[in-house]
């Protein structure tokens, strides 16, 4: 049994899997267009071996997949609780159906029933994945330009619950006096990537809300224009008209050892991710208090922002909205690549193919 195909890389995965009707097959695997195929009693072999592909993918369910997905039981439980019934019912749906498209050795995500709920474990993954690329690709495109990046982290003194929400409108409200106000910031500043972080104190169960800022400036910022860390508290402090002296830090970003460059140490500090386990304590008393509190204070914001060179790179490589978009990988498939489509459910606690 042998396939015969035209200026094509062949697709292959096992062996003896037996065709279904419409090119599917019945264990769950598409067959790509454009490939001839030889039956012999009803049994379909692809002969290359994509085996590595499937344990990788196999690994990032077990691995990754499958912890955020039990989670979600907590949150959409809590949701009920709340009496956010619909919120509850999209979580608890979240990421039930997976559709990959396997390569000889590589997959992609392509399609998915995410639910994008700002606490969901798994939709911020994803979206902590998906801003990672995009933000690789930005620096990846801004190398030959020459910039030089800071990391700026600007700070509010900690609050409860009930100030949570104010918290998170005078930090915003800082930031856009910061770029849109402030004349030694405009004047060295070339673009910006801004994302929110949150963390809980668990002992004093109060909420600390933070800027983590990129900074591209011109390498002469270093000698020329060089702003201490000292002038970066009074700016941040003058911007968020506060009457105490908040934490504000700044360094320049150096690659690692080891990694990739510049950019890819940048896109690792930016990629945004809220660490569910700060919320989904196993406490029934203060995980509704902390879920409620953070949907309150963080419901239809932006939590990633990008202005200046940052943001004209975005426009120019067509990126998408890395909050508002899908959360699948939405990279387009060469025509020339044949590929299988593999898809998993959701079934007593575990994924599954379907």
């Not at 690994?59 to 979600?72: G, Q």
């Not at 409860?160 to 104010?166: G, I, L, Q, V």
């Not at 918290?167 to 070339?190: A, C, P, T």
């Not at 509190?293 to 963080?298: D, P, W, Y």
Request: proline share 3%; net charge neutral.
């Amino acid at each position: 049994m042998r396939y015969k195909e035209k200026n094509r890389l062949p697709l292959a995965l096992g062996d003896g899997l037996p065709l279904a009707s419409s090119g599917v097959l019945a264990s769950g695997l598409s067959l790509a267009s454009g490939l001839e195929v030889k039956e012999n009693e009803d049994l379909l072999v692809f002969i290359n071996d994509s085996s590595k592909a499937m344990e990788d993918l196999q690994d990032v369910l077990d691995k990754k997949f499958t912890p955020k997905r039990v989670n979600l039981g907590s949150l959409s439980d809590t949701y009920f609780d709340l009496g956010y019934i619909k919120r509850a019912l999209l979580v608890a749906d979240c990421g039930s159906f997976l559709e990959f498209h396997v390569f000889d050795y590589a997959w992609k995500l392509k399609a998915a029933n995410f639910c994008k709920d700002r606490l969901c474990p798994m939709c911020n993954w994803r979206r902590s994945l998906k801003i990672f690329s995009q933000v690789s690709q930005v620096m990846n495109y801004l190398e030959p330009k020459g910039y030089q990046y800071l990391f700026l982290t600007l700070t509010l003194r900690n609050e409860p619950a009930e100030r949570f929400p104010d918290m998170i409108q005078s930090l915003f409200d800082g930031w856009r006096e910061l770029y849109h106000e402030n004349k030694v910031f405009k004047k060295v500043v070339e673009g910006t990537l801004r994302f929110l972080e949150v963390t809980i104190n668990h002992k004093t169960h109060t909420f600390h809300a933070h800027l983590h800022v990129v900074l591209a400036v011109y390498p002469d910022y270093f000698h020329k224009e060089y702003i201490s860390q000292s002038q970066w508290t009074e700016m941040w402090a003058s911007a968020s008209n506060l009457d105490y002296t908040p934490i504000v830090h700044i360094e320049r970003f150096k690659a690692k050892p080891g990694s990739s460059g510049l950019g890819s140490a940048v896109a690792e500090a930016v990629k945004y991710a809220m660490k569910d386990s700060d919320y989904l304590v196993d406490s029934d008393t203060w995980r509704p208090v902390y879920v409620e509190t953070l949907l309150r204070g963080l419901s239809g914001r932006r939590l990633f922002g990008k202005t200046g060179c940052f943001g004209k790179a975005w426009r120019d490589l067509k990126l998408g909205d890395p909050e508002a978009g899908e959360l699948t990988e939405d990279d387009q498939l060469r025509e020339d690549i044949d590929y299988m489509i593999v898809r998993y459910g959701w079934r007593n606690g575990v994924y599954v193919r379907i």
